[in-house]
């Protein structure tokens, strides 16, 4: 059985679990978020915990045990302390600005690049150099702390680029160190 998946969801005070069908909600103080789970597996919830079940010892449905077990998991800690994930912007002039519900960055190209931040998600800019991005959805938080660590990522020489904020660059010896 997984590890993963056996194990129960501690459900905190303040936070309400419905089911309507295959779709499960968990609405707290941060938020509501749904998921949809197979009709095949099952999940069973109380005051105090949510269990995920699997219909059989399958490897399709060992394999997706764990997962929405996490999904489920992910959505209660969503909902009650939320996400966040943390950029650097590391070069001589590249900076961002956060205008509105949009952040704007200077990242070395001859045009500023604007980015629309999506529903549930903000952004918070420290220094011009420090972003925080947070939200209650984890997959949401990721894909957009992703999209802007792609707008330019870290180069391996100067390391110069927009990197997480827990993120170890290595960096290479340029032509120079061979010589």
């Known amino acids: 059985m997984s590890r993963i998946g ?24 941060k938020g ?25 010892d399958s490897k399709y449905y060992m394999a997706r045990h764990g997962l929405y077990r996490a999904l489920l998991a992910n959505m209660v800690t969503g909902v009650t ?11 001589v002039g590249y900076r961002a600005e956060k205008v509105g519900k949009a952040l704007t960055f200077y990242l070395g ?20 150099n420090k972003i925080i991005i947070s939200g209650i959805d984890k997959q949401v938080v990721g894909q957009v702390a992703a999209e802007i660590r792609g707008l330019r ?15 170890k660059i290595r960096k290479k010896a340029g032509k120079t160190a061979g010589a």
Do not use: W
């Open 32 to 56: 509501k978020l749904s998921q949809e789970i197979p009709p095949p597996m099952e999940v069973d919830y109380n005051d105090k915990e949510i269990v995920v079940k699997r219909p059989s």
């Open 109 to 128: 190209y001859s045009h500023p690049i604007s980015m629309i931040l999506p529903e549930g998600i903000s952004a918070q800019v420290e220094g011009g």
């Open 81 to 91: 302390s939320g996400f966040s994930r943390s950029l650097e912007i590391i070069g």
């Open 153 to 167: 990522p870290p180069e391996p020489y100067k390391g110069k680029g927009v990197r997480y904020a827990e993120e």
């Open 6 to 29: 056996k194990a129960p969801i501690a459900i905190p005070k303040g936070v309400k679990i419905s089911r309507d069908g295959a779709v499960i909600t968990i609405e707290g103080p």
